[in-house]
């Protein structure tokens, strides 16, 4: 089972959420801050990390890990 991690939008900027977690693992004051520490944790435990824009959605993900679909080539 894989905990990816997740880059949200909060009240006071934005955080980095591991799923199942109920806490942020931390806060940051902009996007850029959070998914650089995202992509630290995420290239240490071989993960993937999901970026979320402001609307919620996620604009972008990242594979650190096996992933299971390499692109071809």
Not at 6 to 29: F, I, N, P, Y
Request: hydrophobic share 25%.
């Amino acid at each position: 089972m894989s905990n990816n991690i997740h880059v949200v939008q909060r009240e006071t900027g934005w955080a980095v959420l591991r799923e199942g977690a109920e806490r942020d693992s931390s806060h940051h004051q902009t996007q850029a801050e959070a998914i650089e520490q995202a992509t630290t944790t995420a290239r240490r435990e071989g993960i993937e990390v999901l970026i979320h824009g402001q609307d919620g959605k996620i604009r972008e993900r990242n594979s650190y890990g096996n992933d299971p679909f390499p692109p071809r080539g």
